[in-house]
């Protein structure tokens, strides 16, 4: 695997490469071949073999990486492709990127290091009647989906939506609440390094803090000092709050 910076390098060298040599082989770039003295038809030869040696190697590197994205379209198009499923695989913001350098950017977070939900809870629901299908999105009491960039708060969203949609649940009106003040504020969590549900929600529980607006207190995708509002702000804060695993 190369490193991204190293890939872009050897398209900036391909580029310049290209460039000094219409220029009269000048200082640019020029580490893949460098001309001193006469002039030759030989030299211009060998100047034009390496330079078409690296514009290959350029070439079939981008096509590398380019055929692996593709390849892997049509793996998760075909592989998860029935009446279940919705989602289509394709090109995207991510696709220059090798499964190895997408992980270690986004999925940086070590849920590992954090405290697992209390306790397998085994619910009896055999005597209620369940409706075929359900969705809180068409009761209009969940937010939509936000963007968390290269900033590993997951754990920050899921608990801002919660509260989002508790709110909305009571009757009180949807709205956007800050992700950043939990990032930034919430202790025994990471910030944008990675951190725990349970243990942002039992910040949220002990301190009654109230969350603020998005709109009063902006998503910046990285971690930043805590900004403090005056208890008469007004926010949502939560009573309680009870966690399961529902892992079988
Ligand atoms: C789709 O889901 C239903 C219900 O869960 C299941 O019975 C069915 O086998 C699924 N279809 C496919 C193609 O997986
Ligand atoms: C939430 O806070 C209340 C009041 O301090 C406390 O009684 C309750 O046990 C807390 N809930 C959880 C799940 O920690």
């Given amino acids: 695997m190369v490193p991204r910076a190293l890939r872009w390098l050897w398209v900036l060298c391909c580029c310049s490469s290209g460039g000094s040599s219409s220029s009269g082989g000048g200082a640019g770039s020029s580490a893949t071949f460098t001309l001193t003295g006469p002039w030759s038809r030989e030299r211009e030869a060998a100047a034009f073999r390496v330079l078409s040696a690296s514009l290959r190697f350029c070439f079939l590197r981008s096509f590398s990486w380019v055929w692996e994205s593709l390849n892997r379209h049509r793996y998760l198009n075909s592989a998860f492709s029935n009446e279940n499923s919705t989602a289509s695989y ?9 499964p190895e350098e997408f992980k270690a950017i986004y999925l940086r977070s070590k849920s590992s290091r954090y405290p697992r939900y209390p306790a397998d809870v085994h619910f009896s629901i055999s005597s209620v009647s369940l409706p075929v299908r ?16 290269k900033c590993g708060g997951c754990w920050a969203f899921s608990v801002v939506g919660a509260v989002e949609s508790a709110c909305a649940i009571k009757g009180k009106p949807l709205e956007d609440l800050s992700v950043q003040q939990v990032i930034d504020c919430s202790y025994s969590n990471h910030g944008c390094n990675g951190g725990s549900t349970l243990n942002a929600l039992n910040w949220l529980n002990k301190t009654q803090v109230k969350l603020v607006k998005d709109s009063e207190y902006p998503f910046k995708a990285q971690t930043e000092l805590c900004q403090y509002f005056s208890a008469s702000h007004s926010g949502f ?10 892992r079988q």
Avoid: C, E, M, P
Avoid at 237 to 246: N, T, V
């Fill in 90 to 98: 394709g090109l995207n913001q991510f696709s220059y990127l090798f």
């Fill in 237 to 246: 804060s939560i009573k309680g709050y009870s966690a399961y695993d529902f």
């Fill in 134 to 149: 359900f969705d809180w999105r068409d009761k209009h009491v969940v937010t939509q989906v936000r963007n968390q960039q």
